[in-house]
């Protein structure tokens, strides 16, 4: 069975601290994504990865940055949170243009 | 209906009717389609998907219609039930814009009247 587990399923963190959100995909897929989903927004892609080490900015990569030094497993960085970075997070993988199978996605707080 | 770039719209529905939820798009390089559900607290989950050389597919309980004439998707979902509440969205892939033209809908948030 398909399976992309997100290591949080929420999290409270400052304003300032250095947040990461960890992705692993059981799925062998090349392609990893991490989108935010905010009320009204829908979603929007934030980075993306379609190998080890590779790395794509997406819609809205301001004040984020990631990391892919496995293939199963791809991680959003906060740098310095802020309160605008509340929501929820998803990450995502496929292999081609194909079906893209979602974590359970993780909601963060940034107070 | 869902329109990809437009406000969230609500679709409700007596238990046991049928439904539709539908989506149009703009690019019409867009090849495949794909529909998810996703419940309150959780990720989106596949429903069915799609390509641009069929108009119709079938799944259980569920039908996807494509009309690439006027570029507009739908998903039917027959005698509809408590647990279909939840946000519905497609997604197209096309050959242009985000990651590899991939482009979510808004969404269609489904409830369900007893």
């Known amino acids: 069975d398909v399976k992309v587990t997100q290591s949080s399923r929420y999290l409270v963190k400052r304003t300032g601290e250095k947040v990461f959100l960890e992705c692993v995909q059981d799925?062998?897929?090349?392609?990893m994504f991490w989108y935010r989903q905010d009320p009204g927004l829908g979603l929007r892609l934030i980075y993306f990865?379609?190998?080890?080490?590779?790395?794509e900015k997406g819609d809205i990569p301001e004040g984020y940055s990631v990391s892919r030094e496995k293939k199963e497993r791809f991680s959003l960085i906060l740098e310095s949170a802020s309160t605008n970075q509340t929501s929820m997070y998803l990450c995502?993988?496929?292999?081609?243009?194909?079906?893209?199978?979602f974590g359970a996605g993780t909601r963060l707080s940034v107070l | 209906g869902e329109s990809v770039g437009l406000h969230l719209p609500t679709l409700s529905v007596q238990e046991g009717d049928n439904s539709i939820i539908n989506c149009a798009y703009s690019?019409?390089?867009?090849?495949?389609f794909i529909w998810y559900k996703q419940e309150s607290g959780k990720g989106p989950q596949f429903i069915i998907d799609i390509r641009s050389n069929m108009d119709k597919r079938q799944g259980q309980r569920v039908t996807v219609l494509l009309n690439k004439t006027v570029k507009h998707l739908s998903l039917q979902i027959a005698a509809t039930q408590p647990g279909d509440s939840a946000v519905y969205f497609c997604a197209e892939i096309g050959t242009g814009g985000g990651a590899d033209g991939l482009t979510f809908g808004k969404g269609t948030h489904l409830i369900i009247q007893p």
């Open positions: 990865s379609y190998d080890v080490k590779m790395k």
């Open positions: 995502a993988s496929r292999v081609g243009k194909n079906i893209q199978y």
């Open positions: 690019n019409s390089a867009s090849d495949y």
């Open positions: 799925m062998d897929h090349e392609n």
